[in-house]
């Protein structure tokens, strides 16, 4: 296109000259001028043309290199890039002192290996406002044990079928909504915002081999229950505020509190009483500072299977404040666990003679349990090319910090206190391990020793 303008215009040019020396009459050198400039005009319209004609195959070559990468894109992106998969897991060696019965004061060691966990999540993006997420839990490499409660038995009694000696559970199933960062919505089997595990569950979020003692103590691991909530963030907030299945008192023991409570061994779960979680965090607790604080409230005794051996609610209030400060090569992390329980003792008394239980004798709850622990580590890869974080732990619990009658026992209350390293060959990968010491708040008990190795992955598709 351009030779062609070019060519003309030289070929006009060329011509024009030509004419203007041949001519020497003024009349007829007019006449020449006149016509010259009816060929300038005729050209300079020609040029625009050609210019606008340029201009419009550009724009039609534009236009179809967008409709070819558009059409690539589409192609390229199936339904299955709307899918994602994540997974993490860990294994673990111990060596423990341990107990045979709360009776027992001198301790046997043994070492045990346990795959403790493999998890499993998958995702899909239904569009830009709706996606869903199922995680699937596979506990000490088994397949688990299904309890169900057989009301047509004459007294009413709890059968239990042992399948494996682990579990496999659906440890969150959620279909989510969230038109925008500072609100969401979502439905179905959903994490408790409750205790830091529940949030920091991966291998390489906490720096002990086993997941925090103290918590274990208390509430259900990585809580999980059936419900509603709606979550979002602004200004660096970020709140949680969920209606969901409450807890089974049946359930409920001694050593652990209200974690056994928990109806994931339960078929179908009875939600005639419900529950209610909030938190609000400032910060990231998973990337790195942050403080919060959350709350649970629900009733428990419309959920038991017998409900009218207890006739008080059963309520169980707990409040959970944390903080996090992760900056540069420092890591240190804690919480603080208080709870309540109401009608503990009628709760006690009900699950000593409800046929298929059998608490035993020692089955005392509290009515007020607290749990802490701190953890703190130093990441010497700022300082050597090795990737080693050092760290120190202390975990607190007491399940029976007060009771409803009489003197809580002592037996329960326990502090770990320990040492250890993680070392990530890689970023997905963290080899840990940790010595500690285990310290019962009776002064007949001696205290306890433990070693405990562990592996862990962490990846996404």
């Given at each position: 296109?351009?030779?062609?303008?070019?060519?003309?215009?030289?070929?006009?040019?060329?011509?024009?000259?030509?004419?203007?020396?041949?001519?020497?009459?003024?009349?007829?050198?007019?006449?020449?001028?006149?016509?010259?400039?009816?060929?300038?005009?005729?050209?300079?319209?020609?040029?625009?043309?050609?210019?606008?004609?340029?201009?419009?195959?550009?724009?039609?070559?534009?236009?179809?290199?967008?409709?070819?990468?558009?059409?690539?894109?589409?192609?390229?992106?199936?339904?299955?890039?709307?899918?994602?998969?994540?997974?993490?897991?860990?294994?673990?060696?111990?060596?423990?002192?341990?107990?045979?019965?709360?009776?027992?004061?001198?301790?046997?060691?043994?070492?045990?290996?346990?795959?403790?966990?493999?998890?499993?999540?998958?995702?899909y993006q239904f569009n830009d406002e709706w996606d869903m997420e199922v995680e699937i839990e596979y506990e000490h490499g088994g397949t688990g044990t299904a309890l169900e409660y057989d009301g047509f038995d004459e007294f009413g009694e709890f059968e239990t079928e042992v399948e494996a000696g682990g579990e496999v559970m659906i440890e969150k199933a959620e279909l989510r909504y969230r038109p925008s960062d500072e609100f969401g919505?979502?439905?179905?089997?959903?994490?408790?915002?409750?205790?830091?595990?529940?949030?920091?569950?991966?291998?390489?979020?906490?720096?002990?081999?086993?997941?925090?003692?103290?918590?274990?103590?208390?509430?259900?691991?990585?809580?999980?229950?059936?419900?509603?909530?709606?979550?979002?963030?602004?200004?660096?907030?970020?709140?949680?505020?969920?209606?969901?299945?409450?807890?089974?008192?049946?359930?409920?023991?001694?050593?652990?509190?209200?974690?056994?409570?928990?109806?994931?061994?339960?078929?179908?779960?009875?939600?005639?009483?419900?529950?209610?979680?909030?938190?609000?965090?400032y910060g990231n607790f998973k990337e790195g500072s942050a403080v919060g604080v959350a709350y649970y409230y629900g009733n428990t005794s419309g959920n038991r299977h017998k409900s009218n051996k207890v006739s008080g609610d059963g309520t169980v209030s707990i409040l959970a404040v944390s903080g996090a400060f992760v900056q540069g090569p420092w890591i240190l992390r804690g919480q603080y666990l208080n709870g309540t329980l109401s009608?503990?003792?009628?709760?006690?008394?009900?699950?000593?003679?409800?046929?298929?239980?059998?608490?035993?004798?020692?089955?005392?709850?509290?009515?007020?349990?607290?749990?802490?622990?701190?953890?703190?580590?130093?990441?010497?890869?700022?300082?050597?090319?090795?990737?080693?974080?050092?760290?120190?732990?202390?975990?607190?619990?007491?399940?029976?910090?007060?009771?409803?009658?009489?003197?809580?026992?002592?037996?329960?209350?326990?502090?770990?206190?320990?040492?250890?390293?993680?070392?990530?060959?890689?970023?997905?990968?963290?080899?840990?391990?940790?010595?500690?010491?285990?310290?019962?708040?009776?002064?007949?008990?001696?205290?306890?020793?433990?070693?405990?190795?562990?592996?862990?992955?962490?990846?996404?598709?």
């Open positions: 296109m351009k030779t062609k303008l070019s060519l003309l215009a030289l070929c006009i040019a060329g011509f024009s000259c030509t004419s203007a020396m041949a001519v020497t009459d003024p009349a007829q050198l007019e006449q020449a001028i006149a016509k010259q400039e009816a060929e300038l005009n005729k050209l300079k319209h020609d040029l625009a043309e050609l210019a606008a004609q340029q201009k419009m195959q550009l724009k039609q070559q534009e236009e179809q290199a967008e409709v070819v990468a558009t059409t690539r894109k589409a192609l390229t992106e199936s339904k299955w890039s709307k899918f994602s998969f994540k997974s993490y897991g860990s294994m673990t060696y111990t060596s423990d002192e341990y107990y045979q019965n709360v009776q027992d004061t001198s301790p046997e060691r043994r070492g045990r290996f346990d795959l403790e966990r493999i998890v499993t999540e998958f995702g919505v979502k439905f179905g089997n959903i994490h408790l915002p409750i205790g830091l595990s529940s949030i920091l569950h991966k291998p390489d979020q906490y720096l002990t081999v086993l997941r925090h003692r103290s918590e274990a103590a208390m509430l259900p691991a990585v809580w999980n229950e059936m419900g509603v909530g709606i979550f979002g963030e602004m200004a660096n907030f970020h709140y949680q505020a969920q209606v969901v299945s409450g807890l089974n008192s049946e359930y409920f023991r001694t050593y652990d509190w209200i974690a056994s409570g928990h109806q994931k061994r339960f078929e179908s779960i009875n939600a005639d009483d419900l529950a209610y979680a909030l938190r609000l965090d009608d503990a003792d009628a709760i006690t008394q009900a699950n000593k003679t409800t046929p298929g239980l059998k608490p035993g004798n020692f089955a005392q709850l509290g009515s007020e349990s607290e749990a802490f622990f701190v953890e703190a580590g130093v990441d010497l890869s700022y300082f050597t090319p090795v990737p080693i974080t050092i760290f120190a732990n202390i975990d607190y619990s007491n399940p029976l910090a007060d009771v409803d009658t009489g003197t809580a026992s002592k037996r329960y209350e326990n502090t770990w206190t320990s040492i250890g390293i993680n070392y990530f060959p890689i970023p997905e990968i963290v080899i840990k391990a940790e010595a500690g010491r285990q310290q019962v708040a009776v002064s007949s008990i001696p205290d306890t020793n433990f070693f405990a190795l562990g592996v862990g992955y962490q990846f996404s598709l």
